[in-house]
């Protein structure tokens, strides 16, 4: 299954950012409202696009990158 995660945590702007998406994608878009929680999904299947907010330190987004880095196959 092809998917996008979206992760915001403010549900006006992630309502905003799927209904912007959904008009130029066909894949299913998860929206997770914290880290924990898109770490959470990662887990269960790697989406193939992640989108973080842009103000995400980034120390957060190294840690990000390296969690998906550690994931066998």
Do not use: F
């Not at 894949?27 to 770490?39: G, P, R």
């Not at 989406?47 to 190294?62: F, K, N, T, W």
């Amino acid at each position: 299954m092809s998917w996008l995660l979206v992760v915001q945590p403010d549900p006006v702007q992630a309502g905003a950012l799927c209904d912007a998406l959904r008009g130029n994608v066909t894949e299913d878009i998860v929206v997770a409202e914290s880290l924990e929680a898109a770490l959470s999904l990662i887990d269960d299947d790697v989406p193939d696009v992640i989108l973080l907010p842009s103000l995400m330190p980034a120390a957060v987004e190294d840690y990000v990158v390296a969690y998906l880095g550690a994931i066998p196959g």
